[in-house]
């Protein structure tokens, strides 16, 4: 099935582009998702290590499945607030 | 009476009276409100000058998020009455609030205070916000440590 991935911030920068599309078997998991995206996007192995990934606005762990139709996201740990706070 | 939770990202500056006036009932007696905002210039760890921050979010998770911050709030402090939880994104200069989080209730000595520093500190772990700063130090992303786990 086809995916629709979200990149936001360093991994956006790394990407080179906001979204993607990629192709994954039926069932895949986080941990295999992201090796499929590090393998379509060199760029991105690094940050890999420390990605958070959601789907459908909640987060996932590396052991849950990519369900059909869902909404994807990676990004770096958070850092909203201010400078201070 | 239901109580009031205000939640959103903005483009806009933030408005802390209207925001109030939101959260405010006639029981109301009292309110903690925390803003941060962008420093100009820092003195400790690393001094340096910073010429603007650029903040980025994932909006509709970011507000389902927020959503969940005020309800862990509430589940902590049922004392709480309204919250509004805000954050400003794009190109903020310094000097300039980026975040809001006000807690109201009856009285000020039954955790208000605490209710609000809750809300800062776990919108800063699970709020799928960023920033970029650009300054003397040059330009980079700030990323956070926090590694949310399974039911955040």
């Known amino acids: 099935m086809r995916v629709k991935l979200l990149f936001f911030a360093t991994?956006?920068?790394?990407?080179?582009?906001?979204?993607?599309?990629?192709?994954?078997?039926?069932?895949?998991?986080?941990?295999?998702?992201?090796?499929?995206v590090a393998r379509d996007y060199p760029g991105l192995k690094a940050s890999m290590e420390t990605v958070l990934v959601s789907i459908n606005h909640e987060y996932a762990f590396d052991d849950a499945k990519v369900p059909a139709n869902a909404e994807i996201a990676l990004f770096p740990p958070v850092s909203g607030g201010s400078r201070e706070s | 009476m239901s109580f009031p939770t205000v939640f959103f990202i903005t483009e806009e500056e933030i408005n802390l009276n209207d925001l109030l006036a939101q959260i405010?009932?006639?029981?109301?007696?009292?309110?903690?409100?925390?803003?941060?905002?962008?420093?100009?210039?820092?003195?400790?760890?690393d001094p340096h000058e910073t010429a603007y921050l650029e903040y980025e979010a994932y909006v509709p998770m970011a507000e389902a998020k927020m959503r969940q911050v005020a309800e862990e709030i509430r589940e902590h402090w049922p004392v709480v009455e309204g919250?509004?939880?805000?954050?400003?994104?794009?190109?903020?200069?310094?000097?300039?609030?980026?975040?809001?989080?006000?807690?109201?209730?009856?009285?000020?000595?039954?955790?208000?205070f605490d209710a609000a520093r809750y809300g800062i500190d776990r919108l800063k772990e699970i709020v799928p916000i960023w920033k970029k700063e650009v300054g003397s130090n040059g330009e980079f992303w700030v990323e956070g440590e926090y590694i949310p786990r399974p039911g955040e």
Do not use: W
């Open chain 1, 11 to 36: 991994l956006r920068d790394r990407a080179g582009t906001k979204s993607a599309e990629i192709e994954i078997p039926d069932s895949t998991s986080v941990q295999r998702l992201k090796d499929l």
């Open chain 2, 24 to 45: 405010t009932l006639p029981t109301t007696g009292a309110a903690a409100i925390f803003t941060g905002m962008v420093r100009g210039l820092t003195k400790i760890n």
């Open chain 2, 83 to 112: 919250i509004a939880i805000v954050q400003r994104v794009g190109r903020l200069y310094p000097q300039t609030p980026t975040v809001l989080i006000a807690c109201t209730a009856a009285h000020r000595d039954n955790g208000v």
